[in-house]
């Protein structure tokens, strides 16, 4: 691991956010009665995106089954019938019955362009509370952009489109989502840092992990459409990065890459 740079002792965090949100997800799995705690950013995203009624039900326990595999949380233990595949199955058969319950595992196939976590009360509920409201626009544009974007799969690292297998792009969001849901770390240590935004991306050449780039690349994309880009802050950054402007980054990285992609 390399040392740790000064300038980030001060979003250095004492373990992985993930651990007390995977507690309190587990705790509501026990006892759905508890409810969930939001702060007022996300309650207020919650209300402009669901009417009252849709938000008065309970969480359904396969949405929390796929929270905790957002959070990359395997609870079950493989008995090795399955081929070392439990993790994956928990995951698409949470989907499959979040989408339609009379639906089998078998029936997987069929729920894959599906978009229901996102237009479920209980499911995106449980998204604010992994990634905030600061977030979540732009992990759900990078969901919805991932059938478009190409991606490399086995040893050859051929990158290209494969738009007709929408079980790979499934499982390629399903990777976003637990990316995204990681604390930014140093090497393969566990020391993790609860960066800014745009110090993420002028970090980017130190880090581990970043989260996912790709959240970068759908604010740009959203800036544009906007018209705001040549004011958006890291699209500025960015231009500093790889024009070779910015005094701290010690070069450009494949993120950097990835997230103007």
Not at 149 to 163: A, L
Request: with cysteine; hydrophobic share 35%.
């Amino acid at each position: 691991m390399t040392d740790t740079i000064p300038a980030l002792e001060q979003y250095k965090l004492e373990k992985d956010p993930r651990e007390q949100k995977i507690e309190q997800l587990t705790a509501l799995q026990k006892d759905s009665s508890k409810g969930l705690t939001l702060g007022k950013a996300e309650q207020e995203k919650l209300k402009q995106r669901f009417s009252k009624n849709e938000l008065t039900g309970d969480i359904n326990p396969y949405a929390i089954t796929l929270a905790l595999a957002f959070l990359d949380h395997n609870d079950k233990k493989c008995d090795g019938g399955c081929g070392g595949n439990c993790f994956q199955n928990n995951i698409r058969t949470a989907w499959t019955k979040l989408s339609d319950d009379s639906l089998e595992l078998a029936d997987f196939a069929k729920t894959t362009l599906s978009d229901v976590i996102w237009q479920r009360a209980d499911c995106y509920q449980l998204l604010l509370f992994i990634y905030g409201a600061e977030r979540i626009d732009f992990i759900e544009r990078a969901w919805q952009d991932m059938p478009t974007r190409s991606f490399q799969q086995g040893w050859e690292r051929r990158s290209f489109r494969i738009s007709a297998d929408n079980t790979v792009y499934f499982d390629h969001r399903i990777d976003l989502l637990q990316e995204s849901s990681r604390a930014c770390s140093e090497g393969w240590g566990d020391e993790y840092y609860d960066l800014p935004k745009l110090e993420k991306v002028r970090w980017a050449w130190n880090l581990y992990r970043t989260n996912s780039p790709f959240e970068w690349s759908a604010e740009l994309d959203m800036a544009g459409e906007a018209g705001t880009l040549e004011e958006n802050e890291m699209f500025q950054l960015m231009a500093d990065i790889i024009y070779n402007r910015d005094d701290t980054t010690r070069g450009v990285t494949p993120n950097h890459f990835r997230g103007v992609g």
